[in-house]
């Protein structure tokens, strides 16, 4: 399975972006997909995830009321909605794709090269 991300940016606070993920190699809604981000000097991080089906998401408390995620498994896609972006969310953005629904980063196991989302003041 491939993974490619796109549509990160340099944008304003309080500005939005969607992320984008395009999956290849495998059918999509084989898979629980999810957004990592890592921010300079800091670990990687869980961000949200979705079910194959898109009936259940889970967030990580920072990006609740902000961000959203969703899926088209007709269009091996997955997209992260992300409003009123704060500096706090400048990272690499990374879509990724699991077997299990779990946060742990070991449970994912494919990874796109990520893209960059920089939000200044």
């Known amino acids: 399975v491939q993974l490619q991300a796109s549509g990160g940016g340099l944008v304003q606070a309080g500005a939005s972006l969607r992320l984008s993920c395009v999956t290849s190699g495998r059918t999509l809604s084989s898979y629980v997909m999810g957004w990592f981000r890592q921010a300079p000097g800091k670990e990687r991080e869980f961000v949200a995830a979705?079910?194959?089906?898109?009936?259940?998401?889970d967030y990580t408390d920072s990006v609740k009321g902000r961000f959203t995620i969703s899926r088209d498994n007709a269009k091996n896609t997955v997209y992260l909605q992300m409003n009123s972006l704060n500096l706090e969310d400048t990272a690499v953005y990374y879509c990724a794709a699991s077997g299990s629904w779990s946060r742990s980063q070991a449970a994912w196991l494919y990874w796109g090269q990520g893209t960059q989302v920089t939000v200044s003041s």
């Open positions: 979705i079910s194959w089906s898109g009936s259940s998401t």
